[in-house]
C-alpha cells in the first residue's frame, strides 16, 4: 500500500504544474509565498502558506501592496499604493522569507524626492517586467480623495547595477493619459503589461469620460522613449456595455497572442485576440470566457507554467483558482475551475488575496531506471515523501519497499548523474553514478522469503548528521539520484538493487 501510494505521488502530472505562488495581502499587509508541499495539487494543507515579508516585522514599511512580479532572479517586486514605492524582496539566505538583514529594499522610491527624475508616483497598482528585464509601473493619481501627481505608466531600469532605479536616467515617465487634467477620475491605470508585439498594454478605468475604459495599446512610434505623438496611444479593447460599472483590474496574455481581461465590476473573465491584426480588438474577437457568481471579487489573472490561467479573488471565500477550457469550446463554466487555495478549508486564512505573482516550481522526484528481481520474486521500489529543502535539516524522506523480508539493507546516492550499468549476471542495474555514498546498513524487517522488508530514511537529517558527505553542503538546484541496496544470497553477486530516483533540492 505504502509503495503504491508514494509510486503515484511522485509520478502525479499535477505536481510539476503547481507553481510557486506569491499573494499580495492587503488586509494584513504581508506577502505570503505558497509551495504545495505534499503535491496534492492545492495549497491547503498545513505549512503550505508562509509568510515571505510582514510589514510589521520588515525593516520597510508596506501598507497596500497591490501588484506583485517574480524576476528570474527569484527577487520579488511589490508596489505599494499608499507608501509610493517599488519594493524589493529576496529570500538571500534561502529561509523562505524576506525579513532578514539585507532581504528587503526600496527598488522605487515615488515620493517627493525620492528619485533623481522627480516623478511623483503617487498610487502604483501595476507592476510588470519585459523580456530585458525593465519594470513597468501603472499608476493613478487618487490618494484617499486628494489630488496628488498624474496619472502615469512608468518604466525603470537599474542601469548601474546598484539595486534600484532611483538614480539618474534610470525611470522616466512612458506615457501620462492625462497629463496635468486636475481632476482625479478622467484617468485610473490598474495594471501593464508587455505585450508580445513589443507594444506596451494598460487598463484604464477614467470615470470621467474624457478617456475610454478600455485596455489601451502605446507604441513609441517615434523612438522618442515616451508616448508623445498622435496615433502612438488608442483604444485596443473597449469592453461592451455591462449591466454593472466595468472595472478593469488586470490584463494577461498568452503565448497564443490571446489577452485576458479581469472586470472586477461584472465577474467576468474576458478572453480576447485580434484575429485580424487590425490592431483593435473588433466584433467577435472577444468573448466572455468566464463568469462568476456573485460573491466573486476576481482580481489578479496569471498564466501558470502548465498554460492554465490562475486568477486571486476576495469576496466570500478567498481563494486561489485554476481555470482551464478543458473541454476546448472557447469558454470556461464553474466545472472547469479548480480551487488551489480556499480560505473555508485551508490551515492558513490571506484575509484579502489582492494579487498574485507565479514562478515555476521545482519539478517533483522521478522514478527511473529498472528494479532486479530477487530470488523471491520482489521488484523493490524506492519512493519517497516529503519535500526536498536545502534550507531544512529533515523533512524529506527516502522510502525502499518490496525488499526481500529480514535482510541487510542500505541506500546511497550520487550527484554526478544517472547511469545504468548492469550489476553482474543479474536483472539489476546499478543507476547511480560513481562516486556514490552509503548510508548505514540497516535491516528490512518483514519475513525472510517474502517481499514484506522496507527501509526509510530521512535522507536530509542524514546529510545534516554528516557534514563530510559526498555533495554537502548542499544547495537549492543540486540534483541528486539515490537507489536501494539489498542482500540476497542465491542471486547474482549476492544482491540486488531497487529502481532509482532523482530529485533536486528546493531553496
Known amino acids: 500500500m505504502l509503495r503504491t501510494l508514494l509510486a503515484g505521488l511522485a509520478l502525479a502530472p499535477l505536481a510539476s504544474a503547481l507553481d510557486l505562488t506569491y499573494v499580495a495581502d492587503t488586509t494584513d499587509d504581508r506577502i505570503y509565498r505558497l509551495r504545495d508541499l505534499n503535491l496534492d495539487g492545492d495549497y491547503d494543507d498545513a505549512g503550505e502558506v508562509g509568510t515571505f515579508y510582514d510589514t510589521a516585522l520588515g525593516l520597510l514599511p508596506m501598507t497596500s501592496p497591490n ?6 532572479d527569484g527577487g520579488v517586486l511589490v508596489c505599494d499604493s499608499n507608501v509610493d514605492q ?20 526600496v527598488f522605487f522610491d515615488g515620493t517627493a524626492g525620492g528619485n533623481a527624475a522627480g516623478i511623483l508616483m503617487v498610487a502604483a497598482n501595476g507592476v510588470a517586467l519585459d523580456a530585458s528585464g525593465r519594470v513597468w509601473v501603472a499608476s493613478n493619481n487618487q490618494i484617499l480623495g486628494s489630488i496628488v501627481g498624474d496619472d502615469l505608466i512608468l518604466v525603470l531600469e ?22 496635468g487634467s486636475g481632476v482625479v477620475g478622467d484617468s485610473i491605470p490598474t495594471a501593464v503589461k508587455v505585450g508580445l508585439d513589443g507594444a506596451v498594454y494598460y ?14 495599446r502605446l507604441e513609441d512610434l517615434n523612438g522618442s522613449g515616451s508616448i508623445d505623438a498622435p496615433g502612438e496611444a488608442k483604444a485596443f479593447f473597449t469592453i461592451p456595455p455591462q449591466p454593472s460599472n466595468v472595472f478593469l483590474w488586470d490584463v494577461e496574455q498568452g503565448a497564443d497572442g490571446a489577452w485576458y481581461v479581469s472586470d472586477r465590476g461584472n465577474e467576468i473573465l474576458w478572453r480576447a485576440f485580434d484575429a485580424d491584426s487590425d490592431g483593435v480588438i473588433g466584433a467577435g474577437e472577444a468573448v466572455a470566457w468566464f463568469t462568476g457568481s456573485a460573491p466573486s471579487d476576481l482580481w489578479t489573472v496569471r498564466f501558470a507554467s502548465d498554460g492554465s490561467i490562475v486568477g486571486c479573488e476576495a469576496a466570500g471565500a478567498d481563494r486561489i483558482r485554476r ?18 487555495y480556499n480560505d473555508t478549508v485551508a490551515a492558513f486564512d490571506i484575509a484579502n488575496p489582492r494579487s498574485i505573482a507565479l514562478a515555476p516550481d521545482l519539478a517533483p522526484p522521478v522514478s527511473y531506471c529498472t528494479a532486479g528481481t530477487s530470488t523471491s520474486g520482489c521488484n523493490a521500489t524506492l519512493g519517497w ?3 526536498p529543502s536545502a ?3 529533515s523533512g524529506f524522506t527516502l522510502h525502499a519497499t518490496s525488499l526481500e523480508g529480514d535482510k541487510q539493507v542500505l541506500l546511497f546516492y550520487g550527484v554526478s548523474g544517472r547511469s545504468a550499468a548492469s550489476w553482474g549476471s543479474g536483472s539489476s542495474f546499478l543507476c547511480v553514478k560513481a562516486p556514490t555514498q552509503r548510508t548505514s546498513v540497516a535491516n528490512s524487517g518483514g519475513t525472510a522469503g517474502t517481499c514484506s522488508g ?13 557534514p563530510t558527505a559526498l555533495g554537502v553542503p548542499f544547495a537549492a538546484g543540486d540534483v541528486i539520484q539515490a537507489q536501494g541496496w539489498y542482500r540476497d544470497p542465491p542471486s547474482a553477486k549476492t544482491t540486488n538493487l531497487t529502481d532509482a530516483l532523482e530529485f533536486t533540492l528546493a531553496p
Open 391 to 393: 534550507a531544512a535539516s
Open 86 to 105: 517599488v519594493l524589493l524582496l529576496r529570500d538571500l539566505n534561502l529561509d523562505g522569507d524576506a525579513l532578514d538583514a539585507g532581504e528587503a529594499s
Open 67 to 72: 501588484g506583485l512580479v517574480v524576476r528570474p
Open 203 to 216: 487598463a484604464e478605468n477614467g470615470v470621467t469620460g474624457v478617456l475610454a475604459k478600455a485596455i489601451w
Open 454 to 466: 522496507s527501509l526509510s530514511l530521512d535522507w536530509l537529517a542524514f546529510v545534516a548528521a554528516n
Open 385 to 387: 515523501s516529503g519535500f
Open 323 to 340: 481555470f482551464a477550457d478543458s473541454d476546448s469550446n472557447g469558454v470556461v463554466t464553474v466545472f472547469e475551475v479548480t480551487d488551489l
Open 158 to 179: 537599474d542601469l548601474n547595477a546598484d539595486g534600484d532605479a532611483n538614480d539618474a536616467g534610470e525611470a522616466r515617465v512612458f506615457h501620462a493619459p492625462v497629463l
